[in-house]
């Protein structure tokens, strides 16, 4: 196999871990919210409400089969994933692993709550969870490298200063994750003899905590992956645009949805609320469209794409914990 098995973390005593802010999520959720309402009042959507009535049934319907087949994508980039870190399982497991995630990393700040994949993968299949993050990671990465890619075709354009900014951030992100994983060994060296120091942990209990990273032909099969994902995510987004009687060039929403999703990531803000839709909002209207029909698309396109998923991943969810509940095979 591609990757050697990992052995446990060091274990915590109950109660040692540090208890999370509750207060940070909804917090972050209301300025989200205020945010989003700003954009919407200033858009005169409520007074131009047709717009939305005035949808055509049969794109609609389109987009909405291209929003669950790049989830469709997204499972079997698991799949793929597992499969190359030892641990083959069939779809349906890499769905139950993965489609729960789209509820609990777009409710939490910063996607923390993507770690559940690891939890279940831990649980119902016995990955250690050092594996499953850096399943993540590779996710998270080639996703933010080719949207930072696409993206950027933005700059050959008279480009806005705020986005060219948040670009320019976004690539530092990028060259700070290639560094730290590319050292992974070595900090996961010094975070052992940190561990060891520890009244509840031992030299015994922590182990030998090394990883080996993907080779060239996976890691170049979880970037098509990704790029056929995002290909059905930036053709569901112009089929919106037409659906309510729009033009725009599939090149131009596929950088415009590229660059608001970066922004709503970078706000950390759960499901980047209020963010992305603001973003978004303010490119079209860049590019010419009425501001009504701009936040028209721009909520029709969210309900149908990150709503929607949150709802399925959320009674997804329901059957994952009776997997887990059940044990490894």
Known sequence: MDVTAVEEACPQEPGSQTRPNRWLTPVLLLAGFIILLFFLIRSNLVEEYRIILGIDPFLFAIAF?????????????????SAHYGTRISWSHAALASVPSLFFANITPGKAGDLYKAYYMRKRHLLAYLNGISMIFYERFSE??????????????????????MLEATLVILLILVAVYWRADFVLERLKRLLVRLPFTTPEICGDLQIRKLSVAP???VFAITLASLTLEFVRLWVVVRALGYSLSLLDTAVFLSIAVIAGLVSQIPLGIGVMEGSLDYLFRSAGLDPAGSMAIVLTDRVISMYFALVLGFVVSKFAFDEMERGAP
């Open 65 to 81: 089969l291209l929003s669950l087949a790049s989830i469709g994508v997204k499972v079997y980039r698991w799949q793929y994933l």
């Open 144 to 165: 933010l490298s080719l949207l930072f890619l696409v993206g950027a075709l933005f700059l050959f354009a008279p480009a806005d200063e705020n986005i060219v900014i």
């Open 219 to 221: 890691l170049a099969g």
